[in-house]
């Protein structure tokens, strides 16, 4: 996409836009620290970004934070064609109804809290999240998202790199609670960094986009709650070995790790999203029969 939004070879847009400059300045869009804000101008980076969420495969795009619009624009022009846009800042909104008064079949802008937004009423069982996530909530919005996964058929988010690195780790001193509970319920990719140049204002750290394809079901069987609080147990303790990471879940930890056929020697960033399933299992059998 050209930088002022116009038609490229092939695309969606009918013809040229306002700049993004000019509308930014136009609406005074000056960035603001309190909502997280770090806009994303760059056409060709918004472009990647819009190609990699695919947004001609989901029925609706739900576009998060979309600020002035830079991504919203590469959306369109990718062949969404329909894109729900939720801005909490009511200036960027007012920016943002330019646009929609432009495509007003494929653009809704909603003026609202994501974080408050219920997926259901959009009324389509399959929507696509793209987003620019504000730091200071994206965990949050992640893990809403993912206790209401069902209508979604993809994610594609930008965090910071370290939040990234958490939800797509295997093992290690990256993989946690979060890692365990996305990649139980969706399968996860790190796609590419991006430096904090792209932004405006720079921020102090790169980000990293995420795509995220729910699964079909759960990697394997588990109580949410269960694996909730075995994944608590096991990484608050994370340097311990399970036998005693695990005491404040169980008196009898070693019971425990048997009944899952978990080696009790193990720390918990030695096991796969699996072994948290089958400690899941374990433990949720054991509060069944009376045990702690």
């Known amino acids: 996409m050209t930088g002022d939004g116009s038609q490229a070879a092939g695309?969606?847009?009918?013809a040229p836009l306002a700049p993004l400059a000019a509308?930014?300045?136009?609406?005074?869009?000056?960035?603001?620290?309190?909502?997280?804000q770090h806009f994303l101008l760059d056409p060709g980076l918004c472009g990647r970004i819009a190609r990699a969420a695919r947004p001609g495969e989901p029925a609706v795009i739900l576009e998060v934070g979309p600020g002035p619009g830079g991504l919203t624009r590469a959306l369109l022009e990718a062949g969404a064609s329909r894109i729900v846009a939720i801005e909490k800042d009511r200036r960027c909104a007012a920016a943002l109804r330019e646009l929609e008064a432009r495509f007003p079949d494929r653009l809704q802008v909603i003026e609202g809290d994501?974080?408050?937004?219920?997926i259901a009423t959009l009324g389509c069982a399959r929507v696509g999240i793209v987003a620019n996530l504000?730091?200071?909530?994206g965990t949050r919005l992640l893990l809403r998202w993912l206790e209401r996964v069902a209508p979604i058929e993809s994610m594609t988010l930008m965090f910071q790199k370290e939040v990234a690195l958490r939800i797509?780790?295997?093992?290690?001193?990256?993989?946690?609670?979060?890692?365990?509970?996305a990649q139980w319920l969706c399968a996860c990719e790190r796609l590419f960094d991006v430096s904090p140049k792209a932004f405006v204002p720079p921020p102090a750290v790169v980000s990293s986009?995420?795509?995220?394809?729910?699964?079909a079901a759960p990697l394997a069987p588990a109580e949410s709650g269960a694996l909730d609080r075995v994944t608590r147990a096991a990484f608050g303790q994370r340097r311990k070995m399970l036998r005693r990471a695990l005491r404040?879940?169980?008196?009898?930890?070693?019971a425990l790790l048997r009944s899952a056929g978990i080696d009790p020697e193990a720390r918990a960033e030695t096991l796969s999203v699996a072994d948290f399933c089958a400690l899941a299992r374990a433990w949720e059998a054991l509060q069944q029969a009376g045990g702690r």
């Not at 504000?134 to 909530?137: E, G, I, L």
């Not at 986009?209 to 699964?215: E, F, K, N, S």
């Not at 404040?248 to 070693?254: N, S």
């Open 11 to 14: 695309g969606a847009l009918e």
């Open 23 to 36: 509308v930014i300045a136009r609406h005074g869009l000056q960035p603001r620290r309190a909502l997280g």
């Open 114 to 118: 994501a974080l408050a937004f219920d």
């Open 134 to 137: 504000p730091y200071n909530v």
């Open 168 to 181: 797509t780790a295997s093992g290690g001193r990256d993989y946690g609670g979060l890692s365990v509970r």
């Open 209 to 215: 986009v995420v795509r995220l394809v729910p699964r």
């Open 248 to 254: 404040g879940l169980t008196p009898d930890p070693l």
